[in-house]
């Protein structure tokens, strides 16, 4: 039984809308006399800009949103058809001439486009959610094989009842247990009387004789059939279902800093971003960080310690130093009223001043952005064979700041836990890295630095 939606269509609709009254209110804006025809062109671009972007709604589909996409996901893909819209609108521009077309009128009708449907998604993607926890629009679901997966499969429907899933039970050829309505076989009548979307069958727990007959089952009476496999041993990877011929190939993927172009943009974003630190910032700063360290304590400006960096490669690491020279600096991290942290060092630490050469490691092509923290030498070689997958890390550049620094794990890692917690964040971020990800771990890290950090010390 299918459940439909008359949310795609409000989004269709109202994108329109929105997208006539930026051409509006842009034409009223920057004509005197409202919308003027010059040449009697205009009236064709206001269908060209309909038309196209009906068009690129019709092949990008981005309001198929599945019900478990999130918020941000949303945001994504609308901002991507906007600037593809805009980027087709102005490849006709250049190619036809039409140079009579004013730029600063198709500025701000993209300009209040863009600020425009990102509201009016974020406000129906809210509205939505809660149209399915009213119980409107839900799905009614049965698992079919019960055991560990299949629970934590219930666990997510109980967790997110605004994905609009009302799982009605569990079907089982062995099991007892109270939640299980009956065996496998009497599934399919129910399914078909209690007007069940979709069926979750846990693989592990069936036969495939059985998967094959359920699937026949769903294509004959217009129910999806959803397959669960058991690969929490190597849930963060991310994977594809390949085919060769008729059989199913499970495959982990590549991470995304694989692909050469990903590379390229994060390296183009590195390189700008820290350009801009070093043109703007350094040359002020450092003459002053410079002088105050050198009259407070004896040693030079520039703290150099070895660190592990992409491909398990060691290169040195810049940081302004804000200890007082001592026999421990590789060997022992520094922890919360450590003597040898001067007084300028702890101010260095606590603003995260300390930090900035290291934009210099960026530039040189040693370090990003954003990525795994880099650690030092002997702290690589405590952990590693102390927690699964450590080394994994340095798949990529580490970084300056990182998703494990802006989820609390900044500062020393004295406890096995700690590490390990920060391990996890770090090759999530691997294995999901976006720029867009990049883009939200500095803003966090810069509202980290303003809000104060217990673990800058």
């Not at 799982?167 to 009956?182: Q, T």
């Not at 450590?338 to 603003?351: P, V």
Request: aromatic share 14%; net charge positive; proline share 4%.
């Amino acid at each position: 039984m299918k459940s439909y939606s008359p949310f795609k269509y409000i989004y269709t609709i109202g994108d329109i809308i929105l997208l006539n009254l930026s051409i509006t209110l842009a034409a009223l804006l920057k004509f005197s006399n409202g919308i003027q025809y010059h040449a009697n062109q205009y009236p064709l671009l206001f269908v060209l800009l309909n038309i196209l972007w009906l068009l690129l709604v019709g092949s990008i589909k981005p309001y198929d949103n599945k019900r478990t996409t999130k918020l941000s996901g949303i945001i994504r893909i609308t901002v991507i058809v906007v600037i593809i819209h805009a980027l087709l609108i102005s490849a006709i521009w250049v190619i036809l001439k039409a140079y009579y077309y004013s730029r600063e009128f198709l500025f701000l009708t993209y300009l209040f486009f863009l600020i425009s449907i990102i509201l009016f998604h974020v406000f129906l993607s809210t509205l939505e959610k809660a149209y399915r926890l009213s119980g409107r629009y839900q799905k009614r679901v049965v698992i079919i094989g019960f055991g560990e997966t299949s629970l934590e499969l219930e666990s997510f429907f109980i967790k997110h009842p605004e994905y609009g899933y009302k799982l009605v039970g569990f079907f089982d050829a062995h099991s007892n247990d109270r939640k299980v309505i009956d065996g496998i076989e009497a599934s399919f009548e129910f399914i078909k009387k209690n007007k069940i979307s979709e069926v979750y069958c846990c693989v592990p727990y069936l036969d495939n004789k059985f998967i094959k007959k359920m699937i026949d089952f769903g294509d004959k009476n217009f129910i999806k059939i959803k397959l669960i496999t058991d690969y929490r041993g190597f849930s963060t990877k991310a994977l594809d279902l390949l085919r060769y011929d008729q059989i199913p190939i499970l495959s982990i993927k590549q991470v995304p800093l694989d692909r050469w172009e990903n590379r390229l943009i994060k390296r183009v974003f590195d390189f700008l971003f820290s350009f801009i630190v070093i043109i703007l910032i350094f040359p002020w700063l450092f003459p002053i960080v410079a002088l105050v360290i050198k009259i407070t304590s004896k040693g030079p400006v520039f703290f150099k310690q070895d660190r592990t960096g992409q491909g398990n490669y060691d290169f040195t690491c810049y940081k302004f130093r804000t200890m007082s020279i001592n026999g421990e600096a590789d060997l022992k991290q520094a922890v919360k009223g450590d003597e040898r942290i001067t007084g300028i060092g702890k101010i260095l630490r606590k603003t995260s001043i300390d930090e900035i050469p290291q934009f210099l490691n960026v530039l040189k092509g040693d370090m990003s952005i954003v990525g795994p923290r880099p650690h030092p030498l002997n702290l690589n070689k405590q952990f590693e064979m102390k927690i699964d997958k450590y080394m994994a890390r340095h798949f990529v550049k580490p970084g300056i700041t990182g998703l494990a620094q802006t989820k609390g794990y900044r500062g020393p890692t004295l406890e096995l836990y700690q590490m390990k917690n920060r391990i996890k964040l770090d090759l999530f971020y691997i294995e999901n890295w976006t720029i867009w990800l990049d883009v939200k771990i500095l803003f966090m890290t810069i509202s980290t630095i303003l809000k104060g950090d217990e673990n800058a010390f």
